[in-house]
């Protein structure tokens, strides 16, 4: 573990990721550690985590960022010491109107609130991040029956400041990076002892377009999409059946 991005989620997250992947990290963002790591926020979770099990969690990653390193990277920096610490952060009302509209969007899909209902990896996901935010934000975010989300703007501010204040309570100013977008390659760069790239810093996911796009190539969004093709095929096919077998009898 040589990176662990402990900036709240929408504080330039995507854009961190996209600048460390061209510096040659391997990079595990909230997708990554979902797919392959599910295990170990359980443990989390149900109290049975070990130091060992972060370990060999982690050992061949460079970097995690975003959720559900953001709820538990203390823990983790507790058996990664050496590892940078990079803080990425945005103005409060900023970080609300870009939160607010990323959840807007996501729950204007119909076709992912119906994949999030009628397929494992959706329900899945779905409970877990419900356990995610709720840890960090004292609420049930996502709704199952409603499908929507609880849009607390004063509670979400009060835990964002509380988020910032434990990073810089845990981490000295001088130990880590904090990073705002507009603060481009340089300072990055030289917090890594890189050299800054011939291109323009990242500036990703405006208004929650990057986690829009594309969902089919994503790898936990795409499989919870093509899960969905097939329980629609099944229910479609269910339901042809029992009109068949309704004619046919009567």
């Not at 920096?77 to 952060?89: G, L, R, S």
């Not at 975010?141 to 004063?154: D, G, H, L, P, Q």
């Not at 405006?206 to 095929?233: C, Q, W, Y």
Request: proline share 3%; aromatic share 16%; charged share 25%.
């Amino acid at each position: 573990m040589k990176i662990i991005c402990v900036g709240y989620w929408k504080t330039g997250t995507k854009s961190m990721t996209k600048a460390l992947t061209t510096l040659g990290y391997n990079v595990y963002d909230f997708e990554e550690q979902i797919m392959y790591l599910k295990h170990l926020w359980d443990k989390f979770f149900d109290g049975t985590v070990t130091d060992q099990d972060i370990y060999e969690a982690f050992k061949d990653v460079d970097v995690i960022i975003d959720g559900p390193t953001v709820a538990f990277w203390s823990e983790i920096y507790k058996v990664f010491p050496e590892a940078k610490i990079i803080f990425t952060v945005r103005d409060e009302d900023s970080w609300w109107r870009s939160f607010k509209n990323m959840q807007d969007k996501f729950f204007e899909k119909s076709q992912l609130k119906f994949a999030l209902l009628l397929t494992p990896t959706g329900y899945s996901l779905l409970q877990f991040a419900n356990k995610i935010f709720g840890f960090l934000q004292g609420i049930e975010t996502f709704s199952v029956i409603k499908m929507n989300w609880c849009a607390n703007e004063r509670l979400y501010k009060m835990k964002y400041r509380m988020h910032n204040a434990f990073v810089h309570q845990t981490v000295s100013s001088d130990a880590m990076l904090e990073h705002n977008v507009k603060d481009g390659w340089k300072p990055l760069c030289e917090y890594l002892g890189k050299e800054i790239p011939d291109e323009p810093y990242p500036h990703l996911n405006k208004n929650a377009s990057l986690f829009l796009k594309d969902l089919h190539k994503r790898p936990l969004l795409g499989k919870i999409m093509r899960e969905m093709v097939i329980s629609v095929t099944v229910i479609v096919s269910v339901f042809a059946f029992m009109i068949g077998y309704y004619y046919y009898c009567y």
